[in-house]
T-cell receptor
Framework: NAGVMQNPRHLVRRRGQEARLRCSPMKGHSHVYWYRQLPEEGLKFMVYLQKENIIDESGMPKERFSAEFPKEGPSILRIQQVVRGDSAAYFC????????????????FGQGTRLTVV | SQQGEEDPQALSIQEGENATMNCSYKTSINNLQWYRQNSGRGLVHLILIRSNEREKHSGRLRVTLDTSKKSSSLLITASRAADTASYFCATETQTGANNLFFGTGTRLTVIP
C-alpha cells in the first residue's frame, strides 16, 4: 500500500505564476488535509477535504488559494499569482476515518512539496 | 488558538541520554499525537494517546498525557544520533472537525 504521494517534490515559480500541488491519499482514505510549513515553524492547517467537498477551509487565505478533491484523481492545492511569501513546504495528509467518531485518527503525511517563489 | 506549544524549542543531548519534550494545549482534545520530522522531510507519526489514556509506550518512546493540565510529554530513552529531528505534538479537538493542530516543534540534536 503506497503512502501519501505528493508531487512535485520541488517546485519553483516566478512571482505571478500559478502553482499546482498534487496529493494522492493512501488507498482507501477519503479525508485529505493540507498544511503549510514556513521555515523554522510548525505546520499550519490550511484546508480539510473529503471527496468532492471542502469541509473546513478556515486556515486557507481567502484570495489566490483554492483546493479541490475530485471524485477521481488527486487532491489539488492551487495558488494563483504566487508571491515570495508563499515560499514554504506544503504537506498533505490523509486519514481513513472521522477521528471524533471512532476516537482514533492517525494522519499519514506525504513528503511534501517545497515551493520556492523567485 | 488551539495550537500546541512545545517546550523546549531546542534540546541538545549526548547519545545514550534521555530526551524529554513537553507539549501544552488550550482546549479539550480527542487525542494527542507526536510526530517526527527529519530535516527537509515529511512527518512520521510516532504515537497517539487518547484523552482517556494517561501513559503509552512504544519502543524507546514513552508519552504521558495530563488532561487536567492540558499537557503531554514525550520521553525518548537511550537516545541515538538517528533520533536527531524535530518533534511535533498535534492535537485533535472534540469538535468532530477531524483536524490536527500542530505546535511549533522541538528541535532535538543527539550528539554522538
Amino acid at each position: 500500500n503506497a503512502g501519501v504521494m505528493q508531487n512535485p517534490r520541488h517546485l519553483v515559480r516566478r512571482r505571478g505564476q500559478e502553482a499546482r500541488l498534487r496529493c494522492s491519499p493512501m488507498k482507501g482514505h477519503s479525508h485529505v488535509y493540507w498544511y503549510r510549513q514556513l521555515p523554522e515553524e510548525g505546520l499550519k492547517f490550511m484546508v480539510y477535504l473529503q471527496k468532492e467537498n471542502i469541509i473546513d477551509e478556515s486556515g486557507m487565505p481567502k484570495e489566490r488559494f483554492s483546493a479541490e478533491f475530485p471524485k477521481e484523481g488527486p487532491s489539488i492545492l492551487r495558488i494563483q499569482q504566487v508571491v515570495r511569501g508563499d515560499s514554504a513546504a506544503y504537506f498533505c495528509a490523509s486519514s481513513p476515518v472521522v477521528g471524533a467518531v471512532l476516537g482514533k485518527t492517525e494522519a499519514f503525511f506525504g513528503q511534501g512539496t517545497r515551493l520556492t517563489v523567485v | 488558538s488551539q495550537q500546541g506549544e512545545e517546550d523546549p524549542q531546542a534540546l541538545s543531548i549526548q547519545e545514550g541520554e534521555n530526551a524529554t519534550m513537553n507539549c501544552s494545549y488550550k482546549t479539550s482534545i480527542n487525542n494527542l499525537q507526536w510526530y517526527r520530522q527529519n530535516s527537509g522531510r515529511g512527518l512520521v507519526h510516532l504515537i497517539l494517546i487518547r484523552s482517556n489514556e494517561r501513559e503509552k509506550h512504544s519502543g524507546r518512546l514513552r508519552v504521558t498525557l495530563d488532561t487536567s493540565k492540558k499537557s503531554s510529554s514525550l520521553l525518548i530513552t537511550a537516545s541515538r544520533a538517528a533520533d536527531t529531528a524535530s518533534y511535533f505534538c498535534a492535537t485533535e479537538t472534540q469538535t468532530g472537525a477531524n483536524n490536527l493542530f500542530f505546535g511549533t516543534g522541538t528541535r532535538l540534536t543527539v550528539i554522538p
